[in-house]
């Protein structure tokens, strides 16, 4: 009996419904950057939008959290195979952003303070994509992408930019940091869209 359960268990766990293929779950929460952690500060933190014809719209931070917020339950899925399952967020919707502006552009690029960037599908990030600034119900720390990072999360979590400070609306897509760099230009987990 001991033997079967324990196989039950094992075989349970690899195929739990909620891991992407060829990826493993952690418990701990990973830091991974590609450069220093930029320190900003609230009252100099802004967030802007630029569209494909140049319009632009802009909120301070007073302003940001001002917007209406949604509790984010999720799991993330990092390229490098670690998936994290049930983690909680709190942050604006992309969705309410964008109503601001007046776009037909079908994807956006995000740019972070330090100079990260990286490419979004608009059009199907529109009702799943955040910009968040809790983890956990606590202020997102720092070298989690604090004061507020995108969060994206039904594609690979490079596309979860950290410390983003805005977004340029785009008619094509074009290649950000990592994708410049061998990454995919979707990064589906779950067909597994790691490299090109
Ligand atoms: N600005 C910025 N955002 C970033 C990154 C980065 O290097 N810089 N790394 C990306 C990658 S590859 C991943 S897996 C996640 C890691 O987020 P975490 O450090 O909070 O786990 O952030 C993404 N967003
Ligand atoms: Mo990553």
């Given at each position: 009996?001991?033997?079967?359960?324990?196989?039950?268990?094992?075989?349970?766990?690899?195929?739990?419904?909620?891991?992407?293929?060829?990826?493993?779950?952690?418990?701990?929460?990973?830091?991974?950057?590609?450069?220093?952690?930029?320190?900003?500060?609230?009252?100099?933190?802004?967030?802007?939008?630029?569209?494909?014809?140049?319009?632009?719209?802009?909120?301070?931070?007073?302003e940001?959290?001002?917007?209406?917020?949604?509790?984010?339950?999720?799991?993330?899925?990092?390229v490098?195979?670690?998936?994290?399952l049930?983690?909680?967020?709190?942050?604006?919707?992309?969705?309410?952003?964008?109503?601001?502006?007046?776009?037909?552009?079908?994807y956006?690029?995000?740019?972070?303070?330090?100079?990260?960037?990286?490419n979004?599908?608009?059009d199907?990030?529109r009702?799943?994509?955040?910009?968040?600034?809790?983890?956990?119900?606590?202020p997102?720390d720092?070298?989690?992408?604090g004061?507020?990072?995108?969060?994206?999360?039904?594609l690979?979590?490079?596309?979860?930019?950290?410390?983003?400070?805005?977004?340029t609306?785009?008619?094509?897509?074009?290649?950000?940091?990592?994708?410049?760099?061998?990454?995919?230009?979707?990064?589906?987990?779950?067909?597994?869209?790691?490299?090109?």
């Open positions: 009996m001991a033997v079967i359960s324990r196989g039950f268990g094992a075989r349970r766990r690899e195929s739990d419904p909620r891991l992407p293929p060829g990826q493993y779950l952690t418990e701990d929460f990973p830091v991974l950057s590609a450069g220093p952690t930029p320190r900003i500060d609230p009252d100099e933190w802004r967030f802007d939008i630029r569209t494909e014809s140049g319009e632009s719209v802009s909120w301070s931070w007073d940001f959290l001002s917007l209406p917020v949604e509790d984010v339950h999720t799991d993330i899925h990092c490098t195979r670690w998936s994290k049930g983690t909680s967020w709190r942050g604006v919707p992309l969705e309410s952003l964008l109503e601001h502006v007046e776009t037909d552009a079908s956006a690029m995000a740019h972070s303070y330090g100079g990260y960037t990286t979004i599908p608009l199907e990030v009702g799943r994509a955040w910009v968040a600034f809790e983890f956990e119900g606590e997102l720092p070298e989690h992408g004061p507020a990072r995108l969060l994206v999360p039904h690979y979590f490079w596309k979860s930019a950290k410390w983003v400070r805005g977004l609306l785009m008619d094509n897509d074009e290649p950000g940091f990592w994708e410049q760099n061998g990454y995919n230009m979707h990064g589906d987990p779950w067909t597994e869209e790691r490299y090109w």
